[in-house]
């Protein structure tokens, strides 16, 4: 979801100049989520986690990531960490092909969950866009499929009878869409009589960050830097609060995106995000607010992770 370890404690100029367009929490947040669910995962759960992400077409890749002198754990806990991007890995990969159509409309050329024959990278799977408006706009209805649908879907299918590869497909997947759905901008489209359609999640939101440009977006996907090395990653979760023992034992996917949503409306546009499309001048005050929560959203997420593949794995 640090150029320098921990760099974002003191200054977010220098990731949002490197920032690349992505959906989602960025790498980072990603990794760490996972990284906080694996040390929560059963015995038994890690050795089937491990077994079915031997499956994925990227196992190799991640492998040869890994220094060849870490042990057999720390193998297994990387590969977890590497798995929890492939969803996006996926979307600069030329071997697969991109289904989303016109923002996100219209797009249902496959919601089941299927297998790793399936080469549609599946952006709609990443967010949903639950509309609000501040102006009295008329809300759109909300298309499906998107990320609350396919999280249960995704679940089921792990829970269920179905052959090894299809397991590991909606695994890998999990392991990424749950961190998704712990980022606010993948839960609200912000509608106004300038965007009917919304503001797809903040990406038609400009700011400036210590002089820099971005969207409101890509500064959420970034708040807990672009470090991506696993033994960086862990010092980062590492020096994350606990989660909330009572919220982390919410599994509904509804849940998780409604405090999502709950919070684009408390925590996201608030001031100095104002009315329109910006560009909108970032204070120290919204950035503490902003580290300050996401914080909690990744310690939820990864806590919830944990829970949900400790009971509903097969």
Not at 75 to 99: E, G, H, P
Not at 126 to 149: I, K, Q
Not at 252 to 276: H, N
């Amino acid at each position: 979801m640090f150029k320098r370890l921990f760099s974002w404690f003191v200054s977010l100029s220098s990731f949002l100049g490197l920032r690349k367009p992505s959906r989602g929490f960025n790498g980072t947040g990603h990794m760490t989520v996972a990284n906080l669910a694996y040390k929560k995962l059963k015995p038994e759960t890690k050795k089937r986690v491990n077994e079915l992400l031997k499956l994925n077409p990227y196992y190799g890749r991640w492998q040869r990531a890994i220094p060849n002198d870490v042990s057999p754990e720390e193998r297994d806990r990387q590969t977890f960490m590497f798995a929890s991007v492939w969803a996006d890995d996926i979307k600069r990969d030329k071997n697969y092909v991109s289904d989303r159509i016109d923002g996100g409309g219209g797009q249902d050329l496959a919601s089941t969950p299927s297998d790793y024959s399936d080469m549609r990278m599946h952006k709609y799977w990443h967010y949903v866009n639950y509309p609000f408006s501040n102006d009295g706009t008329e809300l759109p209805p909300v298309v499906t499929p998107n990320l609350e649908t396919q999280l249960n879907e995704l679940r089921q299918v792990i829970a269920s009878d179905v052959s090894e590869e299809q397991k590991s497909y909606a695994l890998t997947w999990l392991l990424h869409l749950v961190g998704d759905a712990h980022q606010p901008l993948h839960s609200s489209a912000r509608v106004s009589q300038a965007e009917k359609g919304g503001d797809m999640g903040g990406n038609k939101v400009f700011v400036i960050v210590n002089g820099r440009n971005s969207k409101l977006h890509f500064l959420w996907d970034d708040l807990l830097g672009v470090e991506k090395r696993p033994a960086r990653v862990q010092l980062l979760a590492n020096a994350l609060p606990p989660e909330d023992k009572e919220l982390s034992a919410k599994l509904t996917a509804k849940d998780w995106l409604m405090e999502s949503f709950q919070a684009c409306r408390e925590v996201v546009y608030t001031a100095p995000i104002g009315e329109g499309s910006g560009p909108f001048t970032i204070t120290d005050e919204y950035l503490e607010r902003a580290r300050t929560f996401i914080k909690k959203r990744i310690a939820l997420a990864g806590a919830r992770l944990a829970k949900l593949l400790n009971e509903e794995l097969r």
